[in-house]
């Protein structure tokens, strides 16, 4: 329901910038696109803080609970040095990150070039005008459809490319806390990440030769949601101890 809610509005934001384009002189679209980029940054503003309260509430409840099993910064890292494998799965995940990072700055040069040349957008748009025109006979209703068309060109062009990336994608992450600890209510990673029993997990895997548990979980640490899927991994001598704690407070989905 969320992501179709997301593409209509997407798609009530491309027919408004449509009637901007063929309605209102040059100066005022500039406008419309800056009061348009404002609120957007207004509005993500606004869920980051909603989602930082959250998190907070989520670390205060947790911690009240009693503990169950803990493991201290020394000895992660004493594991994770050991862990030969780790440094290779670290460096293929900053690859990457980084195409991911090219893959939507080039997206992003790209419409911001389209939307802020005027004669650039001309340009695109006058290729379907013509089209259109044999079978429209008024000007504007034949440019109207060609912006919306060259909107819409825009939106799946921009998800085609940010879609493989993360950003609605199955990208996997992989997250090492440095310490933890699990109390009856939840988990606790690095002192500032709670996450609240019974915790819903895609799975739940224990490696003995690399001492480590790990939980399969639906979206970033911080956003609990979205593309993304995170592997929280767990270094411990204790792998046996915690796997058991945990999966008796983990509910695996599908």
Known sequence: MRVVSRYLLSLGVIVLFSLISVYLPPWAYSWVV???????????????????????????YVSGGRVLFEETKRRVQLLKRKDRKLEEESRSQLRS???????????FVVIMVLFGTPQMR????????????????????ALFLSYLLFYLLLMVASTLVTKPFGAGGVQETLVVPSEYVVTERGLI??????????????????????????????????????GVTSRVRLYTSKFEELYKILKSNVVLEG
Not at 40 to 58: P, Q, T
Not at 97 to 107: E, H, I, N, R, V
Not at 122 to 141: C, R, T
């Open 34 to 60: 800056l009061a348009y980029l404002v609120t957007f940054m207004a509005v993500n503003m606004v869920m980051v803080g909603i989602s930082a309260r959250r998190l907070l509430r989520d670390l205060e």
């Open 122 to 141: 001309n340009l695109v748009v006058s290729v379907p005008k013509e089209l259109i025109m044999g079978f429209v006979s008024d000007e504007k209703a």
């Open 97 to 107: 990150q980084a195409k991911s990072m090219l893959g939507l700055l080039l997206t």
């Open 189 to 226: 990673i690095d002192n500032s990440i709670a996450y609240r029993f019974p915790l819903r997990a895609k799975g739940l895997n224990v490696s003995p030769s690399r001492r480590y548990v790990e939980l399969v979980l639906s979206g970033a640490p911080a956003l609990r949601k979205g």
